[in-house]
Nanobody, 124 residues
Framework: QVELVESGGGLVQAGGSLRLSCAAS????????MGWFRQAPGKEREFVATINWSGGYTVYADSVKGRFTISRDNAKNTVYLQMNSLKPEDTAVYYC?????????????????WGQGTQVTVSS
């Protein structure tokens, strides 16, 4: 069982930056692929970024490529999402997720564990 706790959300002006963190419990964090997803009001949950177990492979949604960076620190059981040049359309609840298969994927169904989410609001 893995528990995920996100933090770092908040209110920021357009063009600003935020860094989200996701702390994981458990001793097998380093074997999990991790992902970030987001869900805006009235919309489906959408893929943002994923990273493999070692941090050597990352994939981004086209909408965030070049602005967001996913990274992980296996010694701290933590995955991060650095968000720069934020836009109002980035406003959403952001969730981190863990895949015990170790496979990085855009598909939400590929993840076994989810955090409770953290709100990110970008004002124009």
């Amino acid at each position: 069982q893995v528990e995920l706790v996100e933090s770092g959300g908040g209110l920021v002006q357009a063009g600003g930056s935020l860094r989200l963190s996701c702390a994981a419990s458990g001793r097998t964090f380093s074997s999990y692929a991790m992902g970030w997803f987001r869900q805006a009001p009235g919309k489906e949950r959408e893929f943002v970024a994923t990273i493999n177990w070692s941090g050597g492979y990352t994939v981004y949604a086209d909408s965030v490529k070049g602005r967001f960076t996913i990274s992980r620190d296996n010694a701290k059981n933590t995955v991060y999402l650095q968000m720069n040049s934020l836009k109002p359309e980035d406003t959403a609840v952001y969730y981190c997720a863990a895949a015990n298969s170790g496979a990085s994927t855009r598909w939400p169904g590929g993840y076994n564990y989810w955090g409770q989410g953290t709100q990110v609001t970008v004002s124009s």
